[in-house]
């Protein structure tokens, strides 16, 4: 495994989704979430996250060190107790600071999500808890949102016929039904589309394993697998729930330092050069046009190339640069 990250980063990810419903909220029947007020679609971070936990899984088998510990329908504690099971001691060493602390360790060693994420491992064997160098923001539609919910057919019923014991049983009880009856109506939610945007932020002292801080030991292999996942975990994600979803632009802006010394330059790249608002704010760096039509009527964005989104690399701080392998997708 490579070494721990020694760079500050900040990002903004753009995505997408066309007729489907992004992230639906289990508070109001599975709607698209929405912010009240205005009516700006929402994404949550665990939404996110479970996304990218997807991603990395499928991409390295799940298979250590880049296993993923929250994984699906799961038990946690299962997972905590292999760390207890890698680090055996007497009863008195397993209850104190340095038997969490090997335990901690050799789950971050382990598992991609609490290198990159943290995570609570306290909840039965007890292997602390870490907090990750990666987080997300709540992800934002860049325009108001329009919620439908649609009526659907369902060609076909479910219904647990009482008395059937058989597959026989079951033929003869459609035989004496309706047609009618034997299909039913459901309901379906939708946004037509959003363009959405969630800032990240990595920091490279909670990646870093001193005696300051629990570092996760998150590394520069580690990161690139980041932005492998961010870049392309909509196209394993399809369902006909989410529609088309897409990752649209992925900026990535890297505190590099300005210092002439070499040990205060790179303790600039650490503790960053800018205020992470500075390089997120829209319409700081980058900035999101709406394409007006020809005939300069209003219009409701429908696509991805109803907008344009520029980046302004000449307004980048001094010590912060822009990765432009990331900038764009084709």
């Known amino acids: 495994m490579s070494s721990p990250i020694s760079n500050r980063y900040e990002f903004l990810y753009f995505f997408d989704c066309e007729n489907g419903n992004p992230n639906g909220d289990p508070d109001s029947g599975n709607a698209p979430r929405i912010d009240p007020e205005d009516m700006h679609g929402l994404v949550s971070d665990v939404a996110m996250k479970r996304r990218i936990r997807n991603y990395v899984q499928i991409a390295n088998g799940n298979q250590m060190p880049n296993a993923i510990f929250m994984e699906q329908a799961c038990n946690l504690n299962g997972k905590i107790m292999q760390a207890q099971d890698a680090n055996p001691a007497d009863e008195k060493?397993?209850?104190?600071?340095?038997?969490?602390?090997?335990?901690?360790?050799?789950?971050?060693?382990?598992?991609?999500?609490?290198?990159?994420?943290?995570?609570?491992?306290?909840?039965?064997?007890?292997?602390?808890?870490?907090?990750?160098?990666?987080?997300?923001?709540?992800?934002?539609?860049?325009?108001?949102?329009?919620?439908?919910?649609?009526?659907?057919?369902?060609?076909?019923?479910?219904?647990?016929?009482?008395?059937?014991?058989?597959?026989?049983?079951?033929?003869?009880?459609?035989?004496?039904?309706?047609?009618?009856?034997?299909?039913?109506?459901?309901?379906?939610?939708?946004?037509?589309?959003?363009?959405?945007?969630?800032?990240?932020?990595?920091?490279?002292?909670?990646?870093?394993?001193?005696?300051?801080?629990?570092?996760?030991?998150?590394?520069?292999?580690?990161?690139?697998?980041?932005?492998?996942?961010?870049?392309?975990?909509?196209?394993?994600?399809?369902?006909?729930?989410?529609?088309?979803?897409?990752?649209?632009?992925?900026?990535?802006?890297?505190?590099?330092?300005?210092?002439?010394?070499?040990?205060?330059?790179?303790?600039?790249a650490m503790l960053g050069c800018a205020p992470a608002q500075n390089l997120l704010d829209l319409g700081r760096v980058v900035e999101v046009e709406r394409k007006v039509p020809s005939d300069g009527q209003a219009f409701t964005p429908r696509r991805f190339s109803d907008y344009e989104i520029i980046v302004r690399s000449d307004r980048l701080p001094a010590g912060v640069e822009l990765l432009e392998d990331f900038a764009a997708l084709a």
């Open 93 to 268: 060493r397993n209850k104190g600071k340095d038997a969490v602390d090997a335990k901690r360790g050799w789950m971050c060693d382990n598992f991609y999500d609490v290198r990159t994420f943290g995570a609570v491992m306290s909840t039965g064997p007890n292997a602390g808890q870490v907090r990750g160098p990666v987080q997300l923001s709540f992800a934002r539609s860049l325009d108001p949102i329009l919620p439908m919910d649609i009526s659907i057919t369902r060609m076909a019923v479910a219904e647990d016929v009482k008395g059937a014991k058989n597959a026989e049983d079951y033929v003869k009880w459609e035989s004496e039904q309706d047609e009618d009856k034997l299909r039913t109506m459901g309901r379906k939610a939708l946004i037509p589309y959003g363009l959405y945007v969630a800032k990240g932020f990595v920091s490279a002292h909670l990646a870093q394993r001193d005696g300051f801080t629990h570092g996760t030991g998150f590394s520069e292999d580690d990161l690139r697998l980041l932005w492998e996942a961010l870049l392309n975990m909509y196209d394993h994600d399809r369902s006909a729930s989410k529609g088309v979803m897409s990752c649209r632009k992925l900026v990535v802006f890297k505190h590099v330092g300005t210092d002439s010394n070499p040990d205060q330059r790179r303790r600039q």
